[in-house]
């Protein structure tokens, strides 16, 4: 009975009238090829968002020099994990399940712990949901990866000083998943959704 179940929870499951519905953790073995149209955050929810990361977290990440800040939630048995690259160096933390040997970054110290805290508490009050914060990482300027429970997409908010007053309002870039869909939010804002491979 427990195969049955297991078996059919991980594709999907057809519903009366249309419609298909998979099962949490479970995939629809059609999206593996192409995911689909990109579901975009409504436009109110992307404008306050914006306003609020640059607010909020873009000044302290300027002002920090922040280039990578990783803040990964403990998880089934597995500790948390950030790391954090700023203007005085690189550091991660070294439990093995968040560490290599050979990563080249540092242990925390106390004025990097400081800075990390800095950065978690304008996230906190800007309230965006955001783990991941890069700078040219992911394209140019600096984007702000929010934390999610999808195995299918990735969102994120770039800001892209320098962006034309005539941007498009929208990109819309094939990739071997499906599409990559980024949405010019305001002036140097953008809003991107993309398969998560």
């Known amino acids: 009975m427990a195969a049955v179940v297991g078996l059919t929870a991980a594709g999907p499951i ?16 059609h999206s593996l090829i192409n995911q689909g149209e990109p579901p975009v955050f409504p436009r109110q929810r992307q404008l306050d968002d914006v306003a609020d990361l640059e607010r909020q977290v873009l000044p302290v990440a300027d002002d920090l020099g922040l280039t ?3 803040d990964e939630k403990a ?3 597995r500790p948390a994990c950030r790391v ?10 070294r439990d093995s399940s ?3 040997p050979d990563d080249p970054e540092l242990p925390f110290d106390a004025e990097s712990e400081a800075a990390f805290t800095r950065v978690s508490d304008a996230i906190e009050h800007s309230g965006v949901n955001v783990h991941r ?3 040219g990482g992911w394209g140019p300027g600096t984007s702000f990866h929010l934390r999610d429970s999808s195995w299918r997409w990735n969102w994120y908010y770039s800001y892209v000083p320098g962006t034309p007053a005539d941007a498009p309002e929208e ?3 094939e990739t071997g998943l499906g599409v990559r869909l980024q949405v010019h ?13």
Do not use: Q
């Open 75 to 77: 998880a089934w048995g």
């Open 84 to 93: 954090f690259t700023w203007s005085h160096g690189a550091f991660r933390d």
């Open 14 to 29: 057809e519903l009366p009238g249309g419609g298909r519905f998979v099962m949490p953790g479970g995939y629809d073995v």
């Open 133 to 135: 914060i890069e700078k």
């Open 98 to 100: 968040c560490a290599n």
């Open 171 to 173: 990109v819309r870039t």
């Open 185 to 197: 939010v305001s002036g140097d804002w953008w809003f991107t959704v993309e398969p998560d491979d």
């Open 68 to 70: 990578l800040y990783i």
